[in-house]
Structures are given as structure tokens and as C-alpha cells.
């Protein structure tokens, strides 16, 4: 029986900020690591305005706040996770990123340690195949933001024994989310569905059946969506979505899934959404004006 008391995370942005926040608040000691250390003080100031947020809208007290946040450990290099239950791999949606992550990782890791990817389209038997232990690597797919979204899909590799999978269960079970267990295809499940969507949203805007303002109001008033496909697009981040769209088009071979090449055009002027202030809104004023 695998016990989870100690859970590293790689990537201290959005999503991997999240992933820590969640964790050190149900009682987990956490680890965070990232590429340098101001990237990591970078990703602990966010835990700790989202968790003072908590504070004010009192779903959480100042101790339990103080108390996260003491549970939190900065880790500057692989070798700190040594004596950590399960680490998860949280950065960039990039193949090549996450295997040179993988081969830094696991040599410092005890035998019976658990390797985790937050990834939202890639192989999960194709990244466990990269590491020395595919019988303990698992697809953990969280959902942005993290504290505040209650689904978590978990994805088996062809190798993930049962015992991984058990254990997996359990700690997302601890962090009080639900499951929702998806074969290994890409994209998995949320993002198979959503991401067409986003793609078909920004080819009715390329096409000039909308503007992007009549797009979001039609999906958020007409479809009921608590925000349109293109404000999410740039919440999600327009970099993340051409990943997982090309991971789609690419690994399923059909043309529906083909991207958007206004979504191209967008990502390669580096208009990434929300964090970088420009994408299909433009945030560098008071309120987000759309850019086309």
C-alpha cells in the first residue's frame, strides 16, 4: 500500500501554483520547484494572494492560511525530492520539456516513489516509457484554476500498475475533488470536447460570422457558458491551446481537429491570452478590450 504524505510539484505557475495550494491545505508537505528561484517566489507570492482570497471569502481561516503556507518548501534542485511520496511534473505542455524533466527527476527519487503529469493532452504511456518506472508514472490532469475547479482526471499509461492507480485515487480523494477516470487518448476527456470548441470559436471569428465580443456573449447568454469560448481561450492560454489541438490533429488524423490558423497566427506575435495581455482581449487597461 502506497502512502502519500509528501508530494513534490515541478512547475510553480498557474497550474503547478495550484496543484501546491491544494495540497499544503488538506495537510500534504509540498515542494515546489521550478526552472529558478524567482520563478519559485514567483509562484509562492500567487499561493499566497489566493489563499489570503480564501481568507476574505472566508472559506478558509488566517491559521489554516499560515499553516499552507509553512507546509510549502521551495525545492532548488532534482535532488531534493528524495525522500517525496509523488511528484508531479506541471509545466509547459511540451513533449520534449517534460522528458528532460522525467530524466532529471527520477534518478534522485526513492524506488517506490510516484511519478505524476499534470499534462492536458500528451501520452501518458508515452512519457511513463521516458522514465525508470512506467509501473508507477500516472496521468493527474487538474483543472484550472486549481483551487477551484472539483474535477480531476485520472489517466493510466499501458504500464500503470494497479497499486499507482489505487494510490492515485486515494490522494485526489484526500484533496477532496472528484474523479473522472479517462482512457489514454489525446486529449483525454475535458479537453477533447472543449478544446474543438475553442478552436471552432476562433474559426467563426477568422470567417467574420462574429466579432469576438458577439461570440462570448452568444455562448456565455445563448449556450449559458459562465464565459465565452474566447475570453476562456485567453484565460487557458492561446500557447496551450494550440498544443493540445495540435496534439489532436496530429494523433487522431482528422481534419476537424485542424488548428485554427488565426489561433497560429495569434501564438507566433506572442498574443498568449491573459499572461502576456494580449489575445483575443487586450488587458493592458482598466477593462479588456477585444482585439478584433
Not at 67 to 84: M, Q
Request: glycine residues 8%; charged residues 25%.
Amino acid at each position: 500500500m502506497v502512502e502519500i504524505n509528501a508530494v513534490g510539484v515541478i512547475g510553480a505557475g498557474q497550474m503547478g501554483s495550484g496543484i501546491a495550494h491544494v495540497c499544503a491545505l488538506k495537510g500534504f508537505k509540498v515542494g515546489l520547484h521550478d526552472t529558478s528561484r524567482d520563478r519559485i517566489e514567483a509562484g509562492l507570492a500567487t499561493i499566497n494572494g489566493n489563499l489570503t482570497r480564501q481568507v476574505a471569502g472566508k472559506k478558509i481561516t488566517e491559521e489554516e492560511r499560515v499553516d499552507a503556507l509553512a507546509r510549502i518548501h521551495p525545492i532548488v534542485s532534482a535532488e531534493e525530492f528524495g525522500d517525496y511520496d509523488l511528484v508531479i511534473e506541471a509545466a509547459t505542455e511540451n513533449e520534449t520539456v517534460k522528458r528532460k524533466i522525467f530524466s532529471a527527476l527520477c534518478p534522485s527519487l526513492k524506488p517506490e516513489a510516484m511519478v505524476g503529469t499534470n499534462t492536458s493532452s500528451i501520452s501518458i504511456t508515452r512519457l511513463a516509457a521516458s522514465t525508470d518506472r512506467p509501473e508507477r508514472f500516472i496521468g493527474i490532469h487538474f483543472m484550472n484554476p486549481v483551487p477551484v475547479m472539483q474535477l480531476v482526471e485520472l489517466v493510466r499509461g499501458i504500464a500503470t500498475e494497479d497499486e499507482t492507480f489505487d494510490a492515485a485515487k486515494r490522494f485526489v480523494a484526500r484533496l477532496g475533488k472528484t474523479i473522472a477516470v479517462s482512457e489514454d487518448f489525446p486529449a483525454f476527456m475535458v479537453n477533447r470536447i472543449l478544446l474543438p470548441m475553442i478552436n471552432e470559436a476562433i474559426y467563426t471569428l477568422y470567417e467574420g460570422v462574429g466579432s469576438v465580443d458577439a461570440i462570448d456573449t452568444a455562448m456565455r447568454l445563448g449556450a449559458n457558458h459562465p464565459m465565452g469560448p474566447l475570453q476562456l481561450a485567453d484565460f487557458i492560454g492561446l500557447d496551450t491551446c494550440l498544443s493540445i489541438m495540435q496534439v489532436l490533429y496530429e494523433g487522431l488524423a482528422d481534419s476537424k481537429y485542424r488548428p485554427c490558423p488565426l489561433l497560429v497566427k495569434y501564438v507566433e506575435a506572442g498574443w498568449l491570452g491573459r499572461k502576456t495581455q494580449r489575445g483575443f482581449y487586450d488587458y493592458r487597461g482598466e477593462v479588456p478590450v477585444p482585439t478584433r
